[in-house]
């Protein structure tokens, strides 16, 4: 056997037997964005071979789910991004939850499980529906506004912060850290080289904020130290949760709600639908958001063994983007997947992952949209587009960049 040929930090792999090669780029700035490749990477089969990456890419729902979901055999521990931290080192010690798999992560995943439970994010409600009525009323009061920013940023940025216990949150470095965090699993890209120059500031101004002395002690951040007190955990693993916190919880919810926006301007029968009963409507809404947009549109997977799926032989080391935003798109899967629909089942999309690395966050984003769309839509008649709306390239997340909004109230 030669040696490793390493591409991209993983190893290329030849096509497998009735797998085509294909050298679409999902990582230029207009896929990213548009999207438009989606359809043929279903319809070209179970697997694509990407040529320029020297990997293979799924989007068909059933395909992309069972790789997502078997932790066994397709690993996070090597990342889950394009590069193999087996054979590369990582851009950052990896993260103690999402770049590890069982046993080892069934013990972290238990700590930030208990921080992030269904009861934790009741208590959050009634402050989440007063910052957003709050917030709200003020955008309304505007009358024009720019969405991103306005809403989208302002929201995730002012309650997520609280709830963890950070005391002097700053709302520019948080959305850069997290543009940071999801470009830095891409290919090394532009966009990849320019986030790797702005981590060496924003990087230690996060850390900065994840030791003990620097929480709140009611926050969730301080539950981990009470963890480390425990003995579940250690003192540096209390902080790499937090570390954890601050790199998935705010771009992410920021994606989702400004993508809420984005779908409920474009569709104003759906909105309409939601201002008649926006407390029953709110949390279907968001939901539908999750899978008609995706915020995190891939992820990759590594193969730890010579497995098969859907017929096809994947060898070891093989590096998998798994496309989420085309599963969730699937017309194989969904009727009418192009549709924006509030009333629809969206359950089962994959945009929050699915398996023992599900999203752990899920029940403080759920909350956090609900609480948003809730209030807009009890004050808001209409939400017009002032402007086209513009994308922001990531390597991870599709969310926008720009969107000029009229609010007209109720
Ligand atoms: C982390 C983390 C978790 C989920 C997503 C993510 C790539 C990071 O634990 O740091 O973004």
Known sequence: MGAVELVHGHKRIEPPDGVPSWDVDPYSAGNLTDRTY?????????????????????????VTREVFSDHVRFVSSRGVGVSDFGLEEPWRPPSIILEVDPPYHTR?????????????????????????????????????????????????????????????????????????????????????NRAMARNKVVMPWILERCSRERLTPDGIGASFFEAADAGEITEHEAGMLVRSLLSAGVDTTVTGIGNALWCLAN??????????????????????????????????????????????????????????????????????????????????????GVGVHVCVGQNIARAEGRAVLRALAERVDRIELT????????????????????LVPR
């Open 387 to 406: 402007g086209e709306p513009t994308w922001r390239p990531n390597n991870a997340i599709h969310g926008l960049d720009r969107m000029p909004l009229r």
């Open 267 to 352: 569709n104003p029968q759906e909105y309409e639908k939601l201002k008649a009963d926006p407390e029953g409507l709110a949390l279907p809404a968001f939901e539908e958001t999750l899978r008609y947009t995706s915020p995190v549109q891939a992820f990759c997977r590594t193969a730890a063994v010579d497995t098969e799926v859907a017929g096809i032989r994947i060898e070891e080391g093989s590096k998998i983007l798994c496309v989420l935003g085309a599963a969730n798109m699937d017309p194989d899967h969904w009727e009418a997947p192009e549709k924006f629909d509030i009333s629809r089942q969206a359950a089962g999309h994959l945009a929050l």
């Open 38 to 62: 989606f359809d043929a990477l279903r319809s070209k089969g179970p697997f694509v071979y990407l040529s320029r990456y020297g990997m293979l890419a799924c989007g068909r729902y059933d």
């Open 108 to 192: 972290t995943r238990r700590v930030i499980m208990r921080a992030l439970s269904p009861k934790v994010a009741r208590e959050l409600r009634d402050a989440f529906k007063a910052d957003a009525e709050r917030l709200i009323d003020a955008v309304v009061a505007k009358g024009e506004i720019e969405a991103v920013t306005d809403i989208a940023e302002a929201f995730p940025t002012k309650v997520f912060p609280e709830a963890v216990g950070i005391k002097d949150p700053d709302a520019k470095m948080l959305v850069e850290f997290g543009s940071i965090v999801f470009n830095a699993i891409g290919p090394e890209n532009e966009l990849r």
